[in-house]
């Protein structure tokens, strides 16, 4: 059974850091992509970052560039997100997600993220 479970979200001040962790199990994942995600109330889910097992591709939402930086440790099926001058609009239910294809097929149950100002 695939698990993935996230932990680190909180409460921080605006212009503060945390950092998101997501614990993947119940298979292989070094042919997967990871990524982040993140929903604020009455929105919808929006891409964040992502990266893949295998070498050190990234990608991000232009809203998060140099801010946020997702890296991954695949000896311990790991992947963070660290984000850094945070923003009242950060605040949201962060999400880590796995794919193989094209399509995010594994989540995770989430974790809440708020930025105060």
């Known amino acids: 059974q695939v698990q993935l479970v996230e932990s680190g979200g909180g409460l921080v001040q605006a212009g503060g850091s945390l950092r998101l962790s997501c614990a993947a199990s119940g298979r292989t994942f070094s042919n997967y992509a990871m990524g982040w995600f993140r929903q604020a109330p009455g929105k919808e889910r929006e891409f964040v970052a992502t990266i893949a097992w295998r070498g050190v591709s990234t990608y991000y939402a232009d809203f998060v560039k140099g801010r946020f930086t997702i890296s991954g440790d695949s000896a311990k099926n790991t992947v963070y997100l660290q984000m850094n001058s945070l923003k009242p609009e950060d605040t949201a239910v962060y999400y880590c997600?796995?794919?193989?294809?094209?399509?995010?097929?594994?989540w995770g149950q989430g974790t809440q993220v708020t930025v105060s100002s």
């Open positions: 997600a796995a794919r193989a294809s094209t399509k995010y097929e594994y």
